[in-house]
C-alpha cells in the first residue's frame, strides 16, 4: 500500500516551483523597498502651516519675518539624505521629501554652512 497522492514526481515538481517563483518575489520586494516617499505637498495642511514651498526664491521676505535672504532646505539643519540631490528627507515632514531649493519657518541654520 502505498500513498501516490504525494509520489515523488508531484513532490519535486512543487519544490522546484516554489524554488523558481523565489527570486520574482524578491525582486517585488526590494522594487517596494526602493519605492522613493512622496514629495510633501505645499498643499499637506502641516506644510501650509510652516509655509512649506518648493522654491524659496518664492517666499516674500516683507510678509514673512522669520525667512532670512539665502535660506534653503539644502542649508538647513533638518533636511537629511545625501546632498545634490533635489528631494530629501527633512525631519519635519517624516515619510516625505522635500525640494532642496525650498523652504518653510522651522528652517535652522545647518552648523558650517554660509547663508546669504
Ligand atoms: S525644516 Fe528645513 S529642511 Fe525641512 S522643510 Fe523646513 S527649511 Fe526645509
Request: aromatic share 6%.
Amino acid at each position: 500500500m502505498t500513498d501516490r497522492r504525494y509520489d515523488r514526481r508531484t513532490v519535486l515538481k512543487s519544490a522546484l516551483a516554489g524554488l523558481a517563483a523565489l527570486p520574482a518575489a524578491g525582486l517585488v520586494q526590494t522594487a517596494h523597498a526602493q519605492a522613493a516617499p512622496p514629495h510633501l505637498d505645499e498643499k499637506d495642511p502641516l506644510a501650509a502651516a510652516m509655509g512649506y514651498v518648493h522654491d524659496a526664491k518664492k517666499v516674500d521676505a516683507n510678509k514673512v519675518p522669520q525667512y532670512k535672504k539665502g535660506a534653503h532646505c539644502a542649508n538647513c539643519l533638518q533636511m537629511t539624505g545625501k546632498d545634490g540631490d533635489e528631494w530629501r528627507p527633512c525631519n519635519i515632514f517624516p515619510g516625505k521629501v522635500v525640494n532642496a531649493n525650498g523652504w518653510c519657518k522651522v528652517w535652522v541654520v545647518k552648523p558650517g554652512a554660509k547663508v546669504g
